[in-house]
C-alpha cells in the first residue's frame, strides 16, 4: 500500500474507514472481490487502486509481487501484511504439503515480504510496516500449536524488525486485535464457533484498523487493539489466566 506521511481518516455512511489519499495495492488470491472492492474506493476516495492476483502460501509470491510492483512504476511507503487463514491442524492434516503451505502463508511470506520491500524504504527514509499478529501469539492457549505459535513468531519479528528500523525512520508494528468482526470467520466451523462466543468479546473491524494505523504511525512495536483486550492478556498471563480461560469457555 502507498501512503504518505499523513494518513487521512475518511468517513462514509455509517461506517468508518481509513484510507490514504494515495494510491493502494491490493493483493489476494481471488481477484474478483479485489476488483469490486477497487471500484467501490476509486469512486469514493479518487485514488489509484492496483490489484494484483498471488497466493502468499506460495513460496515465489513476494519475489513475484515485488517484482510486478517495480514493473507498474510503484513504489510502496506503507506495507500491511494481513494474509492468513486458522489452517489446518498441523498432527491431524496427513497432507505435509498443506500444513507447509499453511506455515508458508502465515510466517515465511511476512517476512519474505519485509525482505524485499523494507530496503527500497531505507533508501528513501521513510516506510510503515503493520504486521497483523494476534492477541493469540501473546497467549500459550491449550491445544493451540498452530494459529498462536504463528502469531507469536510475527510478534518477535516486529519487534526485532522496529528496533532496528526505527534509526531509518521505519515503524513496524505487531497489531494483536481480538475477536473481530471479518470474513475470516466465514467458515461453518468458525462461524458455530462465533455465535457460541460472548458479543462483548467481539470488536468491528474499524475499531482494529483505527487503532492499528494510529499505533503505527507512533511507532509502536506491538500493539493490542480493543481495550478489553489490553485488560484481559496480561490477566489471561497472569497465574489466574487458567480459572479466567474456564469461566469464559473461550479458545483466545
Not at 22 to 48: C, F, G, S, W, Y
Not at 170 to 194: E, Q, Y
Request: hydrophobic share 45%; with cysteine.
Amino acid at each position: 500500500m502507498k501512503v504518505p506521511p499523513t494518513i487521512k481518516l475518511v468517513y462514509h455512511g455509517r461506517a468508518r474507514q481509513w484510507v490514504s489519499g494515495k494510491d493502494l495495492i491490493l493483493v489476494a488470491r481471488r481477484t474478483e472481490p479485489m476488483q469490486t472492492l477497487a471500484e467501490e474506493l476509486k469512486n469514493m476516495h479518487r485514488i489509484d487502486v492496483d490489484v494484483i492476483q498471488a497466493d502468499l502460501s506460495d513460496s515465489a509470491a513476494p519475489a513475484m509481487l515485488f517484482e510486478t510492483v517495480r514493473k507498474r512504476g510503484l513504489e510502496v511507503d506503507c506495507l500491511i501484511n494481513n494474509a492468513g487463514s486458522s489452517g489446518p491442524d498441523l498432527l491431524q492434516v496427513k497432507d505435509w504439503q498443506a500444513a507447509h503451505e499453511y506455515l508458508e502463508l502465515m510466517m515465511t511470506s511476512v517476512v519474505a515480504m519485509c525482505h524485499f520491500f523494507i530496503p527500497p524504504m531505507r533508501e528513501r527514509g521513510y516506510g510503515r510496516v503493520l504486521i497483523v499478529a494476534s492477541v493469540a501469539g501473546k497467549l500459550a492457549t491449550p491445544g493451540d500449536y498452530s494459529y498462536g505459535p504463528t502469531k507469536a513468531y510475527l510478534i518477535a519479528f516486529s519487534r526485532g524488525l522496529s528496533s532496528a528500523l526505527r534509526i531509518d525512520g521505519i515503524h513496524v508494528t505487531a497489531l494483536c486485535p481480538g475477536f473481530t468482526h471479518t470474513d475470516f470467520h466465514a467458515s461453518d466451523r468458525l462461524t458455530r464457533m462465533k455465535h457460541s462466543l460472548p458479543k462483548f468479546l467481539w470488536y468491528d473491524a474499524n475499531v482494529v484498523v483505527r487503532e492499528g494505523l494510529e499505533a503505527l504511525d507512533k511507532g509502536r512495536a506491538v500493539y493490542i487493539s480493543g481495550r478489553l483486550y489490553r485488560y484481559l492478556v496480561p490477566l489471561l498471563r497472569s497465574p489466574l489466566g487458567k480459572l479466567v480461560f474456564l469461566a469464559l469457555r473461550v479458545k483466545l
